[in-house]
């Protein structure tokens, strides 16, 4: 496996590197002066070009539930958001729209003049309508999209060195699912692989682990937590404490593919917990983002007073 530096020196950054780098450091600028506490969420899966002018890519199942939903958790909890997530992954409050729900919601009026929300939608739309607006006109959420492996590495290291000074105050909440192997920039086609010559023989190397420069040199001070999925249960729980010891951090939250929506385990230096909705809760419609949230807080208040 590579090192990051090596593929910070052979992985371009995005065309609007610069641009989005301005938008982190403003929104950091803004918020730092009221001591204001700050999430960095990553969301959504990256994809894994097979050529340099992309065809075909290697993607991942990732919608971005986790880190959409978390987001209006965490904005209601007080926090100022960075919404580091997969272009056309799910979105905090446009989530709840998505598709043909959207326009289930609607109603023409008689004269066909003038569309409104259907009554019984409006107790649905209208705390989420509040919620955003509150969001966006107090400067609370910032949106940074990527595509790529390569982008998501630029774009969480900007963010990173945006957040350096928040210290104890930035917390890390690290959901997006980031591929764990690439093809490096000078082992790919350049153009669309052609079927004609044949299957292709694609080798993809090991992407080296963000963890450990985040934790070590571009926020040391910050609340880091991690997601770790697995599919097999018998590995979850080894997997989320190996990743704990070797990258030192604050939190893993373990999570299997088919029980996610309901149920994580927090596994912490000198802790291990199971977070779960109840039959009852998922009937209600609670969801399990909800708990999580309140926790990391929890312990993220925990862990600035111990700094301070
Ligand atoms: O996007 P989603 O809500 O369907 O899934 C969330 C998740 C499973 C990607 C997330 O909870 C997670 O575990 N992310 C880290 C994945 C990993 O690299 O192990």
Not at 18 to 41: A, G, P, S, T, W
Not at 202 to 214: G, N, T
Not at 264 to 276: A, G, L, R, T, Y
């Amino acid at each position: 496996m590579g090192t990051c530096e090596e593929f910070y020196s052979t992985n371009s950054p995005p065309n609007d590197y610069e641009e989005k780098q301005k938008l982190l450091r403003e929104f950091c600028e803004l918020h730092i002066k009221n001591k204001q506490y700050i999430v960095l969420i990553t969301s959504g899966g990256t994809t894994v070009p097979l050529e340099h002018n992309t065809v075909r890519f290697v993607d991942n199942f990732s919608g971005g539930v986790r880190g959409a939903a978390s987001a209006e958790y965490f904005l209601k909890s007080g926090y100022a958001v960075i919404f580091l997530h997969r272009l056309k992954s799910l979105e905090p409050f446009t989530r709840h729209f998505s598709g043909q729900k959207f326009l289930e919601m609607l109603d023409l009026d008689e004269k066909q003049s003038s569309i409104k929300v259907k009554s019984t939608f409006v107790d649905t739309v209208a705390p989420i309508l509040r919620s955003y607006k509150a969001a966006q006109e107090g400067g609370k959420i910032l949106y940074i999209n990527f595509t790529t492996l390569s982008e998501y590495f630029w774009l969480l290291r900007a963010a990173c060195e945006s957040l350096y000074d928040f210290g104890p105050h930035a917390l890390l909440y690290l959901a997006a699912a980031v591929s764990d192997f690439f093809v490096p920039p000078n082992e790919m086609a350049t153009h669309k692989i052609q079927s004609g010559s044949g299957p292709p023989k694609i080798q993809l190397q090991l992407v080296p682990k963000l963890l450990a420069p985040i934790v070590n040199n571009w926020v040391p001070n910050a609340f880091i937590v991690s997601f770790k999925l697995e599919t097999d249960e018998n590995i979850l729980i080894s997997k989320s404490r190996g990743a704990l010891n070797k990258y030192k951090h604050n939190l893993v939250i373990g999570n299997m593919l088919q029980t996610r929506r309901t149920r994580v385990i927090f596994v912490s230096p000198d802790n291990q917990e199971e977070v779960k909705l109840s039959r009852e809760q998922i009937i209600d419609g609670i969801e399990i983002e909800k708990k999580i949230v309140h926790k990391v807080v929890t312990e993220h208040c925990k862990f600035i007073q111990k700094q301070s």
